[in-house]
């Protein structure tokens, strides 16, 4: 029977495995027609108000506590100067402060985009204005180069001359066609897109609405949630999950909140010392600096990259005044403002950040690099768990130093004697 039973075992996890591949291969490798991939597109577009409503509702639960504390603070020091106190009424309190919460919120919102989009299109105005010249200004400083340098101008003639043929195919077979085949699109993609706009608006409405019951009753939730694996795993392994659970949370919700508050400062100092170096384009420049400041690592790159190229076409030395100031920035995030927002939040080291980086970019593209890190050390946190919870049942040491030398010294051990010898 025992044997049975294990056999059954075996037989069910193949074919679970089996199944995850499949699953795999439907998602990632197979077109957009995949039935995983079609169902999951599906689920998404029904259930992306109640995500929205999720997300929301985790990144702004710290500032209701908040909130809920300033204004019993605020109430018991009015009690005591007037010499009275009455009772508090809990789901008064809750409404309160998800009302104050959310009109926090939606003001420094309107705020932000009413200071940031009327310079935003006068920047991207003048730099659309500005293409011809800077056009002029690349194709002279070329023509200049190549003038000065026959070397490198036989080189692009011959470049250009074995290559000729190869273009001019290109060009008749793949791109006319193709500019043809969009143009007959564009007004389906027009269309498209103000329906994608329309969608997202109506889904983020929702989405605050069930954020709101969300912070509501989230006490409530997480009391039902953590009945709910008590009465369906063993006590242990209940207390197990509770607890990883609370560790995940702490690394996911530190990590995610502190980097979004840490790449706001970011983008409001280099909105500031933009304006005090008057650079041009600078609240263009500054909104590319603080979105791009959520990717860990490469962030910083992918933001002063662009930007200071953009600089150079118009200030050749503005653009090293702006090189010198993104590196003193960083300077600053990396050594002051990041460990004190964000502090020992995820606890890997940067090669595993790396890795992470690159894992969830290819995944998910710029949300993936972004939550690739906190999902990581999320991850990483819970296998060492897993690991030292074994290994304290087997009564061996937790340090990894211990194991380095283990099979040297477990050879050396001489062997015990014979029985007959203890005898």
């Not at 043809?180 to 329906?195: I, N, P, Y």
């Not at 860990?296 to 992918?302: T, V």
């Not at 090293?320 to 502090?343: M, R, S, T």
Request: charged content about 15%.
């Amino acid at each position: 029977m025992k044997d049975k039973a294990k056999y059954v075992r075996w037989g069910l996890t193949a074919f679970l495995v089996g199944c995850a591949l499949l699953i795999f291969y439907d998602v990632f490798y197979r077109d957009n027609a995949g039935t995983v991939q079609a169902f999951f597109g599906k689920l998404w577009s029904i259930l992306a108000p109640v995500l929205y409503g999720l997300a929301m509702a985790y990144l702004l639960a710290p500032l209701v506590n908040h909130l809920e504390r300033w204004i019993l603070r605020a109430k018991d020091a009015l009690e005591k100067k007037r010499g009275r106190s009455a009772p508090v009424r809990r789901g008064l309190l809750r409404a309160v402060s998800i009302l104050l919460t959310w009109a926090v919120v939606l003001v420094v919102l309107y705020l932000l985009f009413a200071m940031l989009i009327p310079q935003l299109v006068d920047s991207v105005t003048t730099l659309i204005s500005n293409l011809e010249t800077y056009y002029n200004q690349i194709y002279a400083w070329v023509t200049n180069l190549l003038e000065k340098n026959p070397i490198v101008s036989t080189w692009l003639s011959d470049l250009v001359n074995r290559y000729y043929s190869e273009a001019t195919n290109w060009l008749t077979t793949e791109l006319l066609p193709g500019l043809q085949a969009t143009l007959t699109s564009f007004t389906g993609s027009l269309v498209t897109g103000v329906w994608s706009v329309i969608t997202f608006a109506k889904n983020f409405i929702i989405g605050i609405i069930i954020s709101v019951y969300l912070l509501a009753a989230k006490e409530k939730s997480l009391a039902r949630c953590c009945k709910l694996l008590y009465g369906v795993l063993p006590e242990d392994r209940a207390m197990f999950a509770v607890r990883g659970f609370r560790r995940v949370d702490y690394i996911f919700s530190g990590f995610v909140r502190g980097k979004l508050l840490d790449s706001l400062i970011i983008g409001i100092l280099c909105f500031i010392g933009c304006s005090i170096l008057n650079m041009p384009y600078t609240p263009l420049i500054s909104v590319v600096v603080g979105v791009t400041n959520v990717i860990p690592f490469f962030g910083p790159f992918l933001g002063a990259i662009p930007s200071a190229l953009l600089i150079l076409l118009v200030s050749p030395l503005q653009c090293l005044y702006f090189v010198l100031f993104i590196l003193l920035l960083q300077q600053l995030d990396g050594n002051v403002i990041g460990p004190k927002i964000l502090g020992g939040s995820t606890g890997i080291s940067s090669l595993w950040v790396i890795i992470a980086i690159l894992v969830g970019g290819g995944f998910g593209g710029v949300l993936g690099m972004f939550l690739g890190v906190p999902i990581f050390a999320c991850l990483q946190v819970l296998v060492r768990w897993l690991v030292n919870t074994r290994l304290q049942k087997k009564h061996m040491p937790l340090e990894a130093s211990a194991y380095v030398n283990r099979d040297h010294q477990a050879s050396e051990t001489p062997p015990d004697p014979p029985e007959s010898e203890n005898k």
